[in-house]
């Protein structure tokens, strides 16, 4: 799979950032929340990041309809 950075929150590759994957969908690299107190399968995660980089993506218009 191919990501492609659009928004994060520092540039060494170590703060929540969100990718485009070649796949049309979205990928979030964020902190692992472990106290959320829901029941997801085991093969997923709920990782949470700031508002902004979601502000950030829509305000710059980083997602073009290209896949």
Do not use: S, W
Request: with cysteine; hydrophobic share 35%.
């Amino acid at each position: 799979m191919k990501l492609t950075r659009l928004a994060g929150g520092c540039d060494d590759g170590d703060c929540p950032t969100l990718y485009l994957t070649d796949r049309g969908t979205v990928a979030v690299q964020g902190t692992l929340m472990a106290d959320h107190g829901l029941q997801i399968p085991p093969d997923e995660t709920i990782a949470e990041i700031p508002v902004e980089l979601i502000r950030k993506v829509i305000r710059d218009n980083l997602i073009q309809d290209t896949y």
